[in-house]
C-alpha cells in the first residue's frame, strides 16, 4: 500500500514529536541519552529544513569539479609535444645512417671524422632537448639513452669521445684519426652499433615528441602506472 507525501509529512511530524518529547524528559533525567536524542533532532531539524540536502548538493559538485579538473590536467599531459626533441631526434637519425654508409678504409679517415663530428653535435642537441622535455615519456628515453651511451664509454674513448657531466659528448680529433677502423666500424656501422642503438632511441624520441606521453612517468622519468581510484579520491 502506497504512503502519500502528506502521510510521510505527517508519519515524520509525529517522530519528531516524539524524538522531542523523549529528549526533553532525558535531557532532565541527565545522561547520554539527552545527548544522543539531541543529535538526533538536530538531524531531523537539518533534513526538515533542506540544509542536509543543501550541503550534500554541495559537496557532491566540489568532488565533480575537482575530478574534471585532474582529468584535464591529466589529458593536457598526455597530449604534450616537443617539437625540439622531435627536430634533433630526427637529426640524429639522419647523421646516423650517413655514418652507417660511409667506407670505413684508412684513406677515408677524415670524412669519417667529420661524418661523426656532426653525429656528436646532433647527438648533444638531442639529448639536452630531451633531458629537458616535460613529456615525460621523452625526457625517459633521454635517460636511457644515457645509460646506452655510458655502456658504451670504453669503446667511445678508444675513438676519442668522452662523457661530459651534462650528459653532452666531446670528441678529440687527434686521438680519433689515431682509432682503429675496426673500433670505429663497431662504434658506428651496422645493426646494434653504438650508433644503431642511438638511432632506434632517436625514433623513440621522435615518435613521443610529436604523439605526446604513451603512459605516465614521474619526476624521474620513470613509467607508473595510473591509479584512477586516486585521482578520484584527489591524492594523485
Do not use: P
Amino acid at each position: 500500500m502506497a504512503i502519500g507525501l502528506k502521510g510521510l509529512t505527517s508519519g515524520l511530524g509525529d517522530v519528531y514529536s516524539s524524538l522531542l518529547s523523549s529528549g526533553m524528559s532525558s535531557s532532565a533525567g541527565g545522561g547520554l541519552g539527552g545527548l544522543a536524542n539531541s543529535s538526533l533532532l538536530s538531524d531531523y531539524a537539518s533534513i526538515k529544513n533542506g540544509s542536509y540536502g543543501r550541503m550534500l548538493k554541495a559537496y557532491y559538485a566540489k568532488q565533480t569539479k575537482e575530478t574534471d579538473e585532474d582529468d584535464s590536467s591529466v589529458s593536457k599531459t598526455k597530449a604534450g609535444k616537443d617539437s625540439a626533441a622531435s627536430s634533433s631526434a630526427k637529426a640524429v637519425q639522419k647523421s646516423a645512417s650517413e655514418l652507417n654508409d660511409l667506407d670505413y678504409s684508412e684513406e677515408n679517415t677524415d670524412k669519417i671524422y667529420e661524418s661523426v663530428s656532426s653525429f656528436v653535435k646532433d647527438y648533444n642537441s638531442m639529448i639536452k632537448s630531451a633531458s629537458n622535455s616535460k613529456v615525460g615519456a621523452v625526457s625517459n628515453q633521454a635517460n636511457q639513452m644515457n645509460n646506452t651511451t655510458y655502456a658504451n664509454y670504453k669503446m667511445l674513448a678508444k675513438a676519442g669521445i668522452t662523457m661530459n657531466a651534462d650528459r653532452t659528448l666531446s670528441i678529440n680529433e687527434k686521438t680519433f684519426k689515431k682509432a682503429s677502423m675496426s673500433t670505429l666500424k663497431t662504434l658506428f656501422k651496422g645493426n646494434n652499433s653504438f650508433a644503431d642503438q642511438v638511432s632506434d632511441r632517436a625514433g623513440q624520441i621522435y615518435r613521443y615528441a610529436n604523439n605526446g606521453n604513451s603512459g605516465f612517468y614521474n619526476s624521474q622519468g620513470a613509467r607508473t602506472s595510473l591509479d584512477t581510484s586516486s585521482i578520484l579520491n584527489g591524492i594523485v
